[in-house]
C-alpha cells in the first residue's frame, strides 16, 4: 500500500530547505513518496527546489505555473500522486509532515473507508475561539460534526479521492474533503498534532481580523452551497 503526501508551497524558498529535512525520513522508507506542489510561487521556489530535491529520495515536486488558490495546489498533487492512500499537510513547519506516519496507522483491512485527520493542540487562545465558533458553525449548518477542520495532516484513499466532483480550489477544500467522508459514512479518525509557529514567514491568510472575516464569509458561502446539494 503506497502512501502520497502532498505539501502545496507558495513562495516557501526560506522553509523548504527545513521541510526537506523533516520529509527526508518519509521519503526514505519504502512505499511512501513526498510532492511539493510550487504552487505559482514568485519567489525562488523553482531554483531552491532543482538545486535541494535531488539529496532528498522519495521526494519529488510539480509545478502550478500561476497560483489558482490553496486548494487548486493540493488537487494538482493529489492528481500527480502514485499513492494508494494520499493526503496533504502544510509547508509553515506549524504542524510536522511526520505526523502523517501516526495517521497511516489507521488504515487497517478496509483503508478506502477511512478518513483521517490531526486535532491540533498549543494553539493561541484566540485562534482556538475561532476555529470553535467555525467548528459550532459548520456542525449546525451541516448537521454532522464538523471539528477543527483546517487542522493538518489529511489523509484518505485513492478510491475516495475518486469520487470528488468539482472540489473547491481555495481554503475551503478542508471542508469539502472532511464534508464527503462525513457523508459517505467513512470511519473519521482524529488524532492530537501538535501546532507551532512558523519556521519563516507569515500566514498567506491569518493575518488579521480582516482576513478571518473574509474567510468566514468565504467559507459560509460554500458552506451554504454544501447544503444546498444536499437538499436535492
Keep these: ?3 502520497s503526501l502532498v505539501i502545496p508551497c507558495y513562495n516557501e524558498a526560506a522553509n523548504l530547505p527545513l521541510l526537506l529535512e523533516r520529509c527526508k525520513a518519509l521519503g526514505a522508507r519504502d512505499g511512501i513518496e513526498v510532492i511539493l506542489v510550487d504552487n505559482g510561487s514568485t519567489d ?3 531554483a531552491v527546489l532543482a538545486s535541494l530535491l535531488p539529496n532528498y ?14 486548494g487548486y495546489g493540493i488537487l494538482a498533487g493529489l492528481r500527480a500522486a502514485r ?3 494520499l493526503g496533504w499537510s502544510h509547508a509553515d513547519m506549524q504542524t510536522d509532515p511526520q505526523d502523517a506516519l501516526a495517521a497511516l496507522a489507521y488504515f487497517g483491512a478496509d483503508p478506502d473507508r477511512v478518513f483521517v485527520k490531526g486535532r491540533r493542540y498549543g494553539r493561541p487562545a484566540m485562534d482556538v475561539l475561532f476555529t470553535v465558533g467555525m467548528s459550532f458553525f459548520e456542525t449546525v449548518l451541516l448537521t454532522r ?3 477543527d ?13 475518486e469520487t470528488w466532483a468539482s472540489p473547491p480550489h481555495d481554503f475551503a477544500l478542508d471542508l469539502y474533503a472532511y464534508y464527503q ?26 493575518v488579521n481580523w480582516a482576513a478571518k472575516k473574509k474567510f468566514i464569509r468565504r467559507t459560509v458561502d460554500f458552506s ?7 437538499s436535492k
Excluded at 529520495?57 to 497560483?67: A, D, H, Q, T, Y
Excluded at 467522508?181 to 491569518?206: C, I, K, T, Y
Excluded at 451554504?224 to 444536499?230: A, E, F, G, Q
Design 57 to 70: 529520495p522519495g521526494c519529488r515536486s510539480v509545478r502550478v505555473e500561476v497560483n489558482q488558490g490553496y
Design 224 to 230: 451554504i452551497d454544501l447544503k444546498r446539494n444536499l
Design 1 to 3: 500500500m503506497k502512501f
Design 145 to 147: 460534526p464538523m471539528w
Design 181 to 206: 467522508a462525513r457523508v459517505q459514512g467513512l470511519a473519521v479518525h482524529r488524532f492530537p498534532v501538535r501546532f507551532g509557529l512558523r519556521a519563516h514567514g507569515v500566514s498567506h491568510w491569518n
Design 83 to 85: 499513492g494508494d492512500i
Design 44 to 46: 525562488n521556489s523553482p
Design 149 to 161: 477542520i483546517n487542522a493538518q495532516p489529511t489523509l484518505f484513499s485513492r478510491r475516495f479521492f
